[in-house]
T-cell receptor
Framework: SQQGEEDPQALSIQEGENATMNCSYK?????LQWYRQNSGRGLVHLIL?????REKHSGRLRVTLDTSKKSSSLLITASRAADTASYFC????????????FGSGTRLQVQP | DSGVTQTPKHLITATGQRVTLRCSPR?????VYWYQQSLDQGLQFLIQ???????AKGNILERFSAQQFPDLHSELNLSSLELGDSALYFC???????????????FGEGSRLTVL
């Protein structure tokens, strides 16, 4: 079963525009992570935000976390064609099985 | 390059057969995780090993089994294969045993299994 659900499922933008992806999850968490996957390749970690943090930046990435709404967003600014990929949020529950559980992903297409 | 090595990259087999997927974690990483990625189920956590011991279990079928060896490489065994087992199987590794402590996972490039 999926812990997180990303929204939208697919997103198509022009180069230079910003891309925003949202993630909702169900249980209380220890941390939330975002990963990127190029088509058919392995996942690459982008950024981690802990449950006591509200916002984090890394280069052109900005992640927010709202634990009261059980949601997170990933913003990619000034997108490039090379950002075309699927993006997944993943959570670590603070109870029960502490595995990293992935959402269903957002497919981002950046048009040059 | 994540440092995680998975073999084989591609595998085609028939229903009812058995296959073994192999994973070598990053140097120094003690935990190995197995995930299955399919179009209809998304990315599903199967099982985690830490320093040779099973640490966490997910949606792993009874037909599937895994182990981690003393040199820390891991194998995922899939038996009595069905068409629905066709998927990408990923191995990931991390330093610590608790994902909450270790942060990110490092993923291999996956083994694509096709069951005909």
């Amino acid at each position: 079963s999926q812990q997180g659900e990303e929204d939208p499922q697919a997103l198509s933008i022009q180069e230079g525009e910003n891309a925003t992806m949202n993630c909702s999850y169900k249980t209380s968490i220890n941390n939330l992570q975002w990963y990127r996957q190029n088509s058919g390749r392995g996942l690459v970690h982008l950024i981690l935000i802990r449950s006591n943090e509200r916002e984090k930046h890394s280069g052109r990435l900005r992640v927010t976390l709202d634990t009261s709404k059980k949601s997170s967003s990933l913003l990619i600014t000034a997108s490039r064609a090379a950002d075309t990929a699927s993006y997944f949020c993943a959570t670590v529950s603070d109870t029960g099985r502490r595995a990293l559980t992935f959402g269903s992903g957002t497919r981002l297409q950046v048009q040059p | 390059d994540s440092g995680v090595t998975q073999t084989p990259k591609h595998l085609i087999t028939a229903t009812g057969q058995r296959v073994t997927l192999r994973c070598s974690p990053r140097s120094g990483d003690l935990s190995v995780y197995w995930y299955q990625q399919s179009l209809d189920q998304g990315l599903q956590f199967l099982i985690q090993y830490y320093n040779g011991e099973e640490r966490a279990k997910g949606n792993i079928l009874e037909r599937f089994s895994a182990q981690q060896f003393p040199d820390l490489h891991s194998e995922l065994n899939l038996s009595s294969l069905e068409l629905g087992d066709s998927a990408l199987y990923f191995c990931a590794s991390s330093v610590a045993g608790q994902v909450s402590n270790t942060g990110e996972l490092f993923f291999g490039e996956g083994s694509r299994l096709t069951v005909l």
